[in-house]
């Protein structure tokens, strides 16, 4: 384990509890470690995030909330490790990510997070059942297998009558489901949603914060990113950023 890790350990005493009792020697699933990043915009320096320490144990969910523009995304892509931060590293069950060969980094991602996209960025040219079925065959289900839990899930989201749609031919808040099926179809450990409710009514909505309830019950580890009240009242904890730096962290009000 290194210095900079047990250092932090003792700054995250004042974060609140997972609801489970946790054993002092156990290890956070997801731990944000001093994450800075920023942007050169020409002469200028744009400091998006300036010192992010954040640590998640298994079964808490949290959900992110900032202004626009706050860098919650890059915080979240830099969690997921589809982006290096220029500054700290993410630590995966205590394992440090940023010395990783790419292909380790792919493979954790793969086998252990999934993610929903602001801009869902799913493939074009395949159908809604495809998207979801891919990265299960990816991860070496068999297609009758993966089919199976594809289905079941896009029913669940209320898609069962889209399942050969490709993405052009499905609204926003549709494409929006297809990506949490796709996202949550290998049951990852690490689950990161950036704004997934975004496009959704409110009946659509709900269902998916029940879909993520039951993940996060079941001891997976969430991260929204959310401007939905709701959503953000049943996670665990609700995470605040300003100005690059987590001014709050608190278990929300049950009111
Ligand atoms: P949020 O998701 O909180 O709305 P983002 O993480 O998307 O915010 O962006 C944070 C800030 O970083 C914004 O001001 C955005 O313009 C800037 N930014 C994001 N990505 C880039 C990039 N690739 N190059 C330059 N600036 C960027
Ligand atoms: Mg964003």
């Given at each position: 384990?290194?210095?900079?890790?047990?250092?932090a350990?003792?700054?995250?005493?004042?974060?609140?509890?997972?609801?489970?009792a946790r054993k002092e020697e156990d290890v956070p699933i997801l731990f944000l470690h001093d994450i800075e990043r920023h942007y050169r915009q020409g002469d200028e320096t744009l400091h998006v995030l300036n010192g992010i320490e954040l640590a998640l144990w298994s079964g808490q969910s949290v959900a992110l909330v900032a202004p626009s523009g706050a860098g919650k995304s890059t915080?979240?892509?830099?969690?997921?490790?589809?982006?290096h931060p220029d500054h700290g590293d993410v630590y995966i069950e205590g394992r440090a990510t940023a010395v990783l060969a790419d292909h380790e980094r792919t493979r954790i991602r793969r086998n252990e997070i999934g993610f929903v996209y602001q801009s869902h960025h799913l493939l074009p040219e395949f159908s809604a059942l495809e998207n979801v079925l891919l990265p299960q065959m990816i991860r070496g289900l068999k297609r009758t297998e993966a089919t199976t839990r594809a289905v079941e899930l896009l029913e669940y989201l209320g898609l069962g009558a889209r399942l050969?749609?490709?993405p052009s031919e499905l609204s926003g808040g549709e494409q929006q489901r297809v990506s949490i099926a796709r996202a949550v179809a290998n049951a990852p450990r690490i689950l990161l949603a950036d704004e997934p409710t975004g496009n959704l009514d409110s009946t659509s909505g709900s269902d998916i914060?029940?879909?993520?309830?039951?993940?996060w019950q079941s001891g997976r580890t969430l991260v929204i990113i959310t401007h939905d009240p709701a959503l953000a009242k049943r996670a665990s904890r609700v995470v605040e950023i300003r100005d690059g730096r987590i001014t709050s962290d608190h278990v929300p009000s049950s009111s």
């Open positions: 384990m290194s210095k900079a890790y047990t250092a350990r003792v700054e995250m005493i004042e974060q609140p509890e997972p609801p489970q915080l979240l892509h830099i969690a997921g490790l589809l982006e050969n749609h490709r914060m029940s879909l993520f309830t039951d993940l």
